[in-house]
């Protein structure tokens, strides 16, 4: 066997394992039994240590210098690519910060969730302190002189940098703070949706609406858990969705949502799997397909219609009037202070108050003691509105305790890839708002596949979206888009 | 650390991981999409890698060298027993034979299950004399100059030798033959239940019954696979059940069966979570839990009364005119070719019959182009009818093709040392009857779990049932309950 051929073997096993992990992800939201978790903990601590060790395995340095770059083709050289990305990270993080952060995250995850419960932040803040100081220093580690903030987002978006993402960023953040309050002072208040919505027949609808949506059941099953997510890569690609009997666009769009992120992974080439091309190529990629699934397609006018006549059936209404009153109540745009409850205006906004937050913490110009208070003022400044309690500010999402910083970006870069894509797929597919308007998202879904799925990690995430679109992403396709969306809705 | 600590500290580990292992089976049989079937399979192949390289680890050979056993209590010691017994044997045979088994059992599952479908004993027996000649091998390198078969045998049942399980055997044999055989000619003939058995009904009852036989719902969970089982140790064990709507009983007791191996694995020790100590001593034990639960206590007089009338009213009827009817229909003997659906008196007449045949072929007294006439011959001499199709003989069972051998006889043990449990329990569990009327196996289940199930592997196996009985293991007290429950059913 030649040196490429012995690492790609050794890289399959590992890619094995890491999926085996991720099975175990899933079982544990899904199906464990309750008095499982510390034994599942151990189980999971244990092939971690596996995965490690295979990660900065030293034979991957003595592959990778023995392989002849010029004899591979495209393909090939791609792979490398990503083992060699992988390797030099691991190589350059010390066993003992990793052994530490995944203590003190476990740990920061149990006091973050009691102090939301308690609305108490200096509960937190002490070990949050301590994720922050771990986190600076393994962002200095993997920098190797380079920016700290862009290591660590580098590992959710490979090639993007805190300064090309705060630039796009900051052009947007005026024009939806504008938007959001010329449709605060808007005349128009949609109805919301009101009803009873059995979760069998939500369960029903979801399933339907993944099914049109392309989602393939052979590889993959749908089940309920208390936070939606999709899991696996390959053949076996699983999605969760959840239920709530009085409000039934959650499930259906959380489906919708994690459908897209589904799709992804069942949409790359079968030649790639169990290799480091066989998954989505970055967070913000799979984001912009999870988004236009949800949004521009599920949220759209078109199938705004054909779900408002498909929930009569089911549930006997849903409280709109008519379809243009369902397309409203589904768009309504609504002041809050939760992100994962946020409309398509509101969204983005959180994610830049948070980008903006976690840059400064890592880049040591914030300090933990200092976080609520820049939360709170930058929160006023954009949503128009006082936080009231720490559980609807600081202490709401679960990432900083558990140590993602760079992640939050990736939801807006989503967005606006998302946006891009859009603009492609309307040009490529003018039979779309028909399709839709019959409950199906074929042939848009299978433009997708072939435009942004199909080469997995082929190409760079920047790349990926470019190749697909024509043109090199930007924020003017996703600030149109809502401009003319809520400009008609609100009429603005 | 001391060597002891550290070894632990491993084992830990691998045991961790041998859980992992268990679960993806798990949710192979149960929840996994079906066209992730091969991606499956490699996933388990990188983990059984990991697996084959730490149980053969070099570093274990190094801490049993330095650990001074003197020095540790009986526990401890149990420990050492355990991973020097599994690290020899794991020494002792060369990876290119594990491999070649591994491949040549994978591909003659798929032979066999065709030979079957097909009823072509020929299309089998070429990948069979391949795993034969294989496991041959094995036998001999795991005997180290010992006798053959019980190198095998030991995998299952640690300690117990062909003669010792023959000599048991042969004194059987004779006096279930002529027990079947007064069966046979007697005047009664039990009816068979009838009616309709909705699959939800019929899982109702599965998780009374598992709940009332002890069954830990925080620690495990019920699905339905094709063929049932149970998987897990600690504190996640799962079962599973069949179901099939015109017959009920299938379900019921394969549920109990299930519940007596899970009830074991929950039964186990605490302390004992995630090392050798922590799952069932061997395969004879846990199936004596499984076939008490099942047999002695499933299927005795006292809980069929409370199951006639609970059938009665989840299922408007079962066919049966009175409880003492329901009682000799769940309990009819009836000639038939499949062990699977054996009766308590014709089963250990199977086991019997592949034990003798599997250690003639390991011992190379009987060669796999003279197993099908050897198996048609044995057959008709102990069951009185002649084997009609391969399906209905020598093909029936998966376990040769897949390089089971020495397992078998662990069946008819089970059933051998669920005899002596049950004359001890009796004794110490003076309620027993009044219990199971009224449909619990509360304290008799209680009783199982202080003196079998606790001590996990702490003891031998054969230690294990004489500490719970009181006396040495042997087959006089199952002769005599069968004697006495068929005479009585059968007015002999």
Same mark, same amino acid.
């Given at each position: 066997m030649s040196a490429f051929d012995e690492l790609m073997a050794f890289q399959r096993e590992t890619e094995a394992l890491g999926q085996v992990m991720g099975r175990l992800g899933w079982d544990q939201e899904t199906?464990?039994?309750?008095?499982a978790a510390q034994q599942r903990a151990d189980e999971m601590g244990a092939l971690e240590s596996v995965l490690h060790a295979r990660r900065s395995d030293p034979r991957i340095g003595d592959w990778l210098a023995a392989?002849?770059?010029?004899? %591979?083709?495209d393909v090939a050289r791609a792979q490398i690519r990503h083992i060699r990305r992988s390797y030099t990270r691991a190589l350059r993080l010390p066993d003992r910060l990793s052994a530490e952060i995944a203590r003190v995250t476990s740990r920061a995850q149990g006091i973050w969730a009691e102090a939301r419960a308690a609305d108490d932040v200096l509960h937190f803040l002490p070990v949050l302190t301590e994720v922050v100081r771990l986190k600076r220093e393994e962002a200095a580690a993997l920098a190797g002189g380079g920016d700290a903030y862009d290591a660590l987002l580098d590992d959710y978006?490979?090639?993007?940098?805190a300064a090309g993402v705060g630039t796009i960023f900051d052009r947007m953040r005026p024009r939806l703070v504008e938007l959001r309050e010329r449709i605060m002072e808007a005349d128009r208040h949609p109805a919301v949706l009101s009803g009873r919505f059995p979760a069998e027949s939500q369960m029903i609808l979801a399933r339907e609406v993944a099914t049109h949506f392309g989602y393939d059941w052979r590889h993959g099953r749908l089940d309920q858990s208390v936070h939606p997510f999709t899991s696996g890569s390959g053949t076996d690609v699983r999605i969760t969705t959840r239920v709530d009997e009085v409000e039934p666009l959650g499930c259906l769009y959380s489906t919708l949502h994690e459908v897209g992120h589904g799709a992804y992974e069942q949409g790359i080439?079968?030649?790639?799997? &169990?290799?480091? %091309?066989?998954?989505?190529?970055s967070m913000g990629v799979h984001e912009s397909q999870s988004r236009i699934f949800e949004?521009? &397609?599920?949220?759209?006018r078109a199938f705004c219609g054909w779900l408002y006549h498909r929930m009569s059936e089911l549930f006997?209404?849903?409280?709109?009037?008519?379809a243009d009153a369902f397309y409203a109540a589904v768009n309504r745009v609504h002041s809050g202070y939760i992100r994962t409850e946020a409309d398509e205006v509101h969204y983005n906004l959180h994610i830049m108050l948070r980008f903006d937050l976690e840059r400064d913490l890592i880049a040591g110009r914030l300090e933990v003691a200092d976080l609520e208070e820049a939360w709170n003022a930058r929160f006023e400044a954009d949503f128009g509105v006082a936080v009231d309690k720490p559980s609807n500010g600081v &202490?709401?999402?679960?990432h900083w305790s558990v140590? %993602?910083?760079?992640?939050?970006?990736t939801y807006a870069l989503g967005n606006v890839y998302a946006g891009c894509l859009f603009t492609a797929l309307r040009t490529d597919v003018p039979t779309l708002d028909d399709d839709l308007a019959r409950g199906h998202a074929e042939p848009a879904t299978a433009w997708l596949r072939e435009?942004?799925?199909?080469?997995?990690? %082929?190409?760079?995430p920047a790349e990926t979206i470019e190749r697909a679109c024509g043109f090199a992403p930007h924020e003017g396709p996703l600030l149109e888009y809502l401009d003319a969306k809520f400009g008609a809705l609100y009429a603005l």
């Open positions: 199906v464990m039994p309750r008095g392989v002849d770059e010029g004899a %591979l083709d978006e490979p090639g993007a940098t080439d079968p030649a790639y799997m &169990l290799t480091p %091309l066989g998954a989505g190529v949004n521009q &397609l599920g949220r759209s006997g209404g849903s409280g709109a009037a008519d &202490l709401q999402d679960v140590g %993602l910083f760079g992640y939050f970006p435009h942004v799925q199909c080469p997995g990690g %082929l190409y760079t």
